[in-house]
């Protein structure tokens, strides 16, 4: 079977959540003997990471600078200026048209808008199947004030789409309501990782003193949570420690006024790391002490807690970051917290080793990507029939 | 979850009993700062010097933290009347500092001085060690009092957002930060060389308690005493004023504001028991504790222990405290007195406009004296209300240079006094204002309604109407001030006898309680024990 993806963001070197699953998708479709393709539509100057062959599909920089001076958003209003773009609508359309799919998967509503028409008229594309997916209920996540319109974009795809893949259940029951009572329903993939090689050699260790590690996007309640759970002054970290934070959320704690509260004492115990190489946060994940799971909101499941469950270190989660993974809940090594002070109690704990894990890789193998993802695999098999 | 608490020192096997133990009483505040006159923490660290030298003789070492030398050293005792007490010795390292320029570019010209003078001279000087630093210290204070405090604000604001392009800079910073406090303060080098001296060091496998009463977040004594009592099993006690660096940090001195968070960092992670001067200092630790996740202390070991209140009457040979009054224009019983640093939590601001409201609603206001040093950020405040032609000439007057006498002289004659601070660890204006049956207006803060009583006469900050009504009334109605007179004269007072009491019997309590460790040295045979702990 041919399998077309779609995405707002390249993959080749897979950094955020998004571009983690739509990568792991990619690859476990074709592990299972599928014919992929995957034509990424992005903003360059967001995703420089993105390689050459990529770069074909990217949108024009005019395209961005129009949806900037109109103050537009590169999600919802991306058929703002898209005539800019036209050269790599084309391009992508066209790689569409050479490699004749028989399933076309969406990650994301957005792309789908400045696409139908060409599909819905290509002869060669008109048959499709078409595949719904996101790790998010856009609607519900986004921003109250684009609720409505991202309810029509996202309700028209759902709606159409000939399957429907969501990450956690809440999602699947939200996309479920949108669609007619006769549609199929909503499959279930949640998000997982890459098992790691827990027994690996030891890398070297790039910090000398025992550490938490946190890692986030630049997604705003990344730093939220980031602020709530851990707060301005780590007091639960013992001296000669440290919390060391990975990801695009450096950024925004950065340039969050709270930063500058207890400046010393934060540049005594919090190390940003910033965006890190995947060597150097296998690295850092093989020596950190505890992995913190700080996420009070958002959708979806994190692929953040995949990844830590995997490690089998003790992990120290707020409870919505267990989102997906309430099977773990009692696992050796997992710690819940309901509330900021609890979490930071169990970051103490956990810190000074009063807090072990005893977890076994038997136990955590249902996350990783391939067991996640074979609902979809299996799916993708009937959505033709 | 586990209620975690911190794990006890390990025994350190000297083959001593703990209670053969010496205590070492941290004196370097009262050391470094032994030039100015001993009020506040210096006051304290006084009288826990008596306290301890009284119960506890020759088990009692006083010591003085030298951060170069990452050690503490034995001040003699026989000298602690000289030195500390009567301050014989002057520090000799007190330099001028500039006042802030009269006009902003003049400040500026001084900022960019510094920056393209500062590291030339510094480079100047070749090598590495010991005396090369403490050269290079030297230049860069020389070259930092040569601008205001304020000055040198502006200099590390520029400096700190320069340093969001190149972060490096900001470890620049802290350590000018640093000496700039220190050559503030005139204590860049304050150890006297023979107090240094090698054969003075204080051996830590010899300490079995560690008293810290000063500014532990000065220097790096906290990091010491903390890896002491890893290594060695040391006790630690911390007396611990206020949270005002981290409560309320935006009125606070830049400095203490970054280093006081993070020493009572390492102090909480390393503690056994603590003195608070109040409950509402012992509440806010103990919120701070479990606010930020930090391992909770026995709670029967953090314990309030109340100051005491009498001013320390100093003589006055040349009788000049008489003539304050004089010198100042005031008239015995005619003004109103408010005490303390000039500084933004102080809330000198509430009480200028208080009396700018009083002047405009009623004539013959009594003038309100401030006495206290200008502190942290007040200039452009000063300022302001020098220029406010709105406020009649001399409704305020402002004492910033006097002696304990004189202040004894203020008190006496004054009418009521003023003290509407935001936030305190004490408040001892008030308890004095009543110990001299004075009465005093002041606000709800929780620890100055806990110091005074019923005794003070605490309004909200918000509710103006009613302080300017209270104020006028103690101004104008006979009755109404002779109730207040009656109010205030309730007020029992705190003796430092008391406190010395108080401190040194839990201080013994926290000792007997631990006490059943002491037999355990004894079944360790010497053996077993590592080779260099058996040459102890």
Redesign the interface.
């Known amino acids: 079977m041919k399998i077309a993806f779609l995405s707002q963001y390249p993959i080749s070197t897979p950094l955020h959540g998004g571009q983690r699953r739509m990568s792991a998708i990619v690859e476990v479709t074709r592990s299972a003997g599928h014919e992929v393709l995957h034509v990424p539509l992005f903003f360059a100057q967001y995703f420089p990471e993105g390689n050459a062959l990529e770069r074909e599909t990217a949108f024009d920089a005019a395209h961005l600078k129009h949806l900037t001076e109109h103050q537009l958003r590169e999600d919802l209003d991306i058929v703002e200026g898209a005539q800019h773009s036209a050269a790599a609508l084309e391009r992508a359309v066209q790689k569409l048209r050479n490699f004749a799919p028989d399933v076309i998967h969406f990650e994301q509503p957005w792309l789908y808008r400045l696409l139908e028409t060409v599909i819905d008229s290509d002869p060669g594309l008109a048959k499709t199947q078409l595949v719904y997916g996101s790790q998010n209920v856009e609607s519900q996540l986004i921003d109250p004030a684009f609720a409505s319109r991202t309810a029509e974009i996202e309700g028209h795809l759902v709606r159409k789409a000939d399957l429907v893949v969501a990450v956690s259940t809440a999602d699947a029951a939200a996309f479920d309501a949108m669609r007619p009572d006769t549609a199929r329903p909503t499959v279930l993939a949640p998000n997982g990782c890459w098992a790691p090689d827990v027994d690996a050699p030891q890398m070297s260790n790039l910090l000398t003193q025992d550490y938490a590690l946190v890692a986030g996007s630049a997604h705003p309640p990344n730093a939220e949570g980031y602020w709530d759970c851990v707060?301005t002054?780590?007091?639960?970290l013992?001296?000669r420690s440290q919390i060391v934070i990975v990801g695009g959320m450096n950024n925004l704690l950065g340039a969050d006024r709270r930063y500058q509260?207890?400046?010393?004492?934060n540049?005594?115990?919090v190390t940003h790391m910033g965006q890190v190489p995947e060597e150097k946060l296998t690295a850092l994940l093989q020596h950190a002490k505890v992995i913190a799971l700080p996420i009070t909101e958002g959708g979806g499941t994190n692929l953040k807690t995949a990844e830590a469950l995997m490690w089998l270190k003790p992990v120290v989660a707020m409870r919505p970051a267990m989102r997906g993974y309430e099977a773990m809940e009692g696992v050796s090594g997992v710690?819940i917290a309901d509330t900021p002070?609890?979490f930071?109690?169990?970051?103490?704990?956990a810190m000074?080793g009063?807090?072990t894990s005893a977890r076994t890789a038997q136990e955590v193998a249902r996350y990783a990507w391939p067991a996640q993802l074979a609902p979809l695999v299996a799916a993708y098999q009937t959505a033709t029939v | 979850m586990s209620d975690f608490r911190l794990a006890s020192p390990q025994l350190e096997s000297t083959g001593l009993m703990p209670s053969e133990k010496k205590i070492l009483l941290d004196i370097s505040t009262s050391y470094n700062f032994r030039s100015l006159r001993p009020v506040g923490i210096l006051r304290v660290e006084h009288e826990l010097i008596t306290a301890f030298t009284k119960a506890y003789g020759d088990r009692l070492v006083l010591g003085v933290y030298d951060p170069a030398k990452n050690a503490y050293f034995t001040f003699p005792k026989d000298k602690v009347e000289s030195i500390i007490f009567r301050n014989e010795q002057e520090t000799g390292t007190l330099m001028e500092r500039a006042l802030t320029a009269t006009a902003k570019w003049r400040s500026w010209v001084r900022v960019a001085r510094f920056a393209l003078t500062a590291p030339r001279r510094s480079r100047q000087v070749s090598g590495t060690g010991d005396q090369t630093h403490k050269l290079r210290e030297r230049i860069l204070a020389d070259e930092l009092l040569r601008m205001s405090n304020d000055e040198f604000t502006m200099l590390i604001k520029g400096l700190r957002a320069l340093a969001r392009l190149r972060p490096r800079l900001n470890g620049r910073c802290d350590q000018l930060e640093q000496i700039n406090h220190r050559a503030h303060h005139g204590i860049l080098q304050p150890l006297d060389q023979s107090l240094r001296d090698l054969d003075n060091q204080i051996d830590p496998t010899q300490i079995g308690n560690y008293i810290c009463a000063g500014t532990f977040w000065s220097d790096t004594r906290h990091i010491y005493a903390y890896d002491m009592r890893n290594a060695h099993g040391w006790r630690t006690h911390y007396l611990i004023y206020d949270l005002i660096p981290i409560l309320w940090r935006h009125v606070a001195e830049p400095h203490t504001r970054e280093t006081f968070p993070a020493s009572l960092h390492w102090v909480l992670w390393g503690v056994d028991q603590i003195w608070t001067i109040s409950e509402t200092t012992s509440r806010d630790l103990i919120a701070h504790i479990e606010e930020y996740g930090y391992p909770r202390p026995d709670d029967s070991w953090i314990k309030p222990i109340y100051l005491g209140c009498e001013l320390e009457r100093k003589d006055d040979p040349d009788g000049l405290a008489q003539n304050v009054l004089a010198r100042h224009k005031l008239e015995p019983g005619k003004y109103v007195l408010m005490v303390g640093t000039q500084e933004a939590r102080k809330n000198h601001e509430f009480s200028y406009r208080l009396w700018r409201e009083l002047c405009q609603r009623h004539n013959e206001v009594l003038p309100l004296v401030w006495v206290g040093q200008p502190g942290w950020a007040i200039d452009h405040f000063l300022q302001m209300v020098s220029l406010d032609v709105g406020l009649p000439h001399d409704a305020i007057r402002i004492l910033t240079a006097i002696s304990d006498p004189e202040l004894d002289m203020l008190y006496r004659n004054c009418r009521f006094t003023l003290y509407p601070s935001l936030y305190e660890g004490w408040g001892l204006p008030v308890v004095e204002s009543l110990n001299y049956g004075k009465p005093c207006v002041c606000s709800t803060a929780d620890s100055i309604v806990e110091a005074a009583g019923t005794s003070c006469e605490a309004i909200p900050l918000t509710q103006v109407e009613t302080w300017l009504d209270r104020v006028w009334a103690l101004m104008s109605d006979e009755l109404a001030y002779t109730e207040a007179l009656a109010r205030a004269a309730q007020f029992k007072g705190y003796r430092w006898q008391d406190f010395r009491t108080n401190l040194i019997a839990d201080f013994d309590r926290f000792e007997q309680a631990m006490a059943p460790r002491d037999v355990t040295p004894a079944t360790i045979p010497a053996a077993e024990l590592p080779s260099e702990e058996k040459a102890v």
Do not use: E, Q, V
């Open positions: 707060g002054l780590p007091g639960f013992p001296p509260f207890f400046r010393l004492l540049s005594n115990l710690y002070r609890a930071r109690r169990l970051m103490r704990d000074t009063a807090l």
